[in-house]
């Protein structure tokens, strides 16, 4: 199986390269500026993740495309730091003009469906009467319909476009030409990566929000808010202790589910080379 084989050699790879590993634990441990300042009180931690989040709007997709090319050299034998700035200065524009297309296409589409919920939510109401009464059923089954919509429009396109990043960087595509390469390659691979996608997204969810656990006690504790039982309340050392742990076991995951993407994307470019142009095929990594 592509996936299974894919995760195998991705787990090879990262055991020749402790690089990688390092790599992503040191920017993953990056976040506890972010996560600490919720201590120092709400202006604090509104003002450090503003600064945060711009810079990572700058930062991400030079990070991003050295990760993705340290992962491909890594799959062939050894990779360094050297590879992770080379392939990021190479690759930033392209990466940053998708990430910038990406995300604005995403607050594109929360505007919308935003102000078309409220509207059918209005119009639902006052169609079946509100949440009471006997047509309340009609109403909730009518507006977890819409949700499931919401949900599929979202996820779906998603779907198609996730590997722009390894286009990029592995095929040398461009911004746009990267979503076109990622949308071809799930097109006639969608059994595959419809199985790595549940893979993926299941482990991301379980460990992220494990991961997720100690940062929100840290938040409990900056607003002293009380823990209702059975949970305790632990000292802040602990939970601070607990966040870096965590930050450390996502960054662990993070780094083998980067190695493992490309490797799984290699495997795609593999049975779709021959839908590619002439340029695209033998592109160096």
Known sequence: MAVARALR???AALRRNPTVVGIVLVLSLLQLP???ARVAGPGVSTAVGSVSSVVALVVAPFVFGGLLGMAAEA???TTGFGTFVEKGKRHYLSMLGAYLLLVGALIAFWFVAGLASLAVVS???VLSG???GSASPVFL???LAGTG???LVLFVPLFFVQFYGQAIVLDGASAVSGFKRSIGLVRTNLVSVL???VLVFAGGLFFGVLASIPSTLLSLQATRVPLSMPLPDPALPVVVALVVIGDVVFGLLGSLFLVFSVAFYRTLRVTGDADDPPSARGAVA
């Open 9 to 11: 050699t991705a787990s």
């Open 195 to 197: 199985g790595y996608s």
């Open 34 to 36: 972010t996560q600490l």
């Open 123 to 125: 119009a639902l109401g």
């Open 75 to 77: 799959l062939d034998g």
């Open 130 to 132: 509100g949440l009471s």
């Open 149 to 151: 919509v919401f949900v």
């Open 141 to 143: 089954a009518m507006f």
